[in-house]
T-cell receptor, first 112, second 110 residues
Framework: KAGVTQTPRYLIKTRGQQVTLSCSPISGHRSVSWYQQTPGQGLQFLFEYFSETQRNKGNFPGRFSGRQFSNSRSEMNVSTLELGDSALYLC???????????FGPGTRLTVT | QKEVEQNSGPLSVPEGAIASLNCTYSDRGSQSFFWYRQYSGKSPELIMFIYSNGDKEDGRFTAQLNKASQYVSLLIRDSQPSDSATYLCAPRGGSYIPTFGRGTSLIVHP
């Protein structure tokens, strides 16, 4: 079974721009969660989507948003990029009623 | 008090030894406990989970859970250099917000 895929793998953007990251979950997984990982803050939860609805949201500003499509694929968007948004963005998928999450390879975002 | 506490390490053990990684959590509502392994530059990989008090063994890995003490640990027997990584603890089920520990760096030297 194919794992979680994320595109693109690397991105370089400048301050003020916006970016969209994509995640395709494991086949059959309906929950998709997004995380930001930085050396200073560790792994921080952004939001979780299930059946196209945002089910939970972490403590991030409104510049961070996401959505999920009917095929469970998910996108996250960051608008008005700041230098502090430079991080590894990870997507994780899980089955309906389990917390067992499987991570994708991540998107490394660098904001200059 | 941090929600999930792990010793950042590094924990250095010789090849073949037992590595013991510990995690304490503050949310008494936590029901499920997950251990992830993260190699440098890679994403976290789920290696163990435990739901009930006691021990759960899977190959060289043993997870131990004590809900009364709010403590979960991961033992790695016969440690190998390939086990060198950061190990993240993740209790789930209390809060709806997933919380991960900062991780313990493990170094297994030949």
């Amino acid at each position: 079974k194919a794992g979680v895929t994320q595109t693109p793998r690397y991105l370089i953007k400048t301050r003020g721009q916006q970016v969209t990251l994509s995640c395709s979950p494991i086949s059959g997984h309906r929950s998709v969660s997004w995380y930001q990982q930085t050396p200073g803050q560790g792994l921080q939860f952004l939001f979780e989507y299930f059946s196209e609805t945002q089910r939970n949201k972490g403590n991030f500003p409104g510049r961070f948003s996401g959505r999920q499509f009917s095929n469970s694929r998910s996108e996250m968007n960051v608008s008005t990029l700041e230098l502090g948004d430079s991080a590894l963005y990870l997507c994780a998928s899980s089955l309906t009623d389990t917390y067992e999450q499987y991570f994708g390879p991540g998107t490394r975002l660098t904001v200059t | 008090q941090k929600e999930v506490e792990q010793n950042s390490g590094p924990l250095s053990v010789p090849e073949g030894a037992i590595a013991s990684l510990n995690c304490t959590y503050s949310d008494r509502g936590s029901q499920s406990f997950f251990w992830y392994r993260q190699y440098s530059g890679k994403s976290p990989e789920l290696i163990m989970f435990i739901y009930s008090n006691g021990d759960k063994e899977d190959g060289r890995f043993t997870a131990q859970l004590n809900k009364a003490s709010q403590y979960v640990s991961l033992l790695i027997r016969d440690s190998q250099p390939s086990d060198s990584a950061t190990y993240l603890c993740a209790p789930r089920g209390g809060s709806y917000i997933p919380t991960f520990g900062r991780g313990t760096s493990l170094i297994v030297h030949p």
